[in-house]
């Protein structure tokens, strides 16, 4: 059994959605520190690099929270991760508030996707309207 571990038991939930709305059976382990996810070893390896895309980035949310919890109550702080061409990562400051509405509608992997397009629109800026992009024919 592969294990996944998390220290907030909200990324461990919706990594266990992640992994039963892909049909992976789960294990749900937990002891007094820890939240676990089991799974079986025996997944191919293209489902194998999308769970662990999603671990990745729910690892990067269980630290927000982690990070926020040890600032105090008064001190409530979230984030979103942005990989920037240079390959530097940074994080935007987002109201923790609106941040779990959004998490509550979109997967990790489809934040992750809106956000990037958001940093390449910004770092490659493209003045041409959306239907003179090459993805889109007949404009």
Do not use: K, W
């Not at 007094?32 to 990745?56: R, S």
């Not at 949310?61 to 979103?80: H, P, R, T």
């Not at 240079?86 to 935007?92: I, L, Q």
């Amino acid at each position: 059994m592969l294990e996944f571990v998390f220290f907030d038991p909200r990324p461990r939930q919706r990594f266990v959605e992640f992994l039963m709305a892909r049909e992976v059976p789960v294990t749900e382990l937990e002891d007094d520190e820890t939240f676990g996810v089991g799974i079986p070893e025996d997944v191919d390896d293209g489902l194998m690099e999308a769970i662990e895309a999603c671990y990745d980035e729910l690892m990067a949310f269980n630290q927000q929270l982690f990070e926020a919890g040890s600032e105090g109550a008064d001190a409530q702080a979230a984030g979103v991760v942005l990989n920037l061409a240079s390959g530097e990562t940074v994080y935007a400051r987002v109201d923790p508030m609106l941040l779990g509405r959004i998490m509550e509608v979109l997967t990790p992997q489809e934040l992750g996707e809106v956000v990037n397009a958001i940093v390449d629109a910004v770092e490659n800026p493209d003045a041409n309207p959306l239907c003179h992009t090459p993805d889109v024919e007949g404009c």
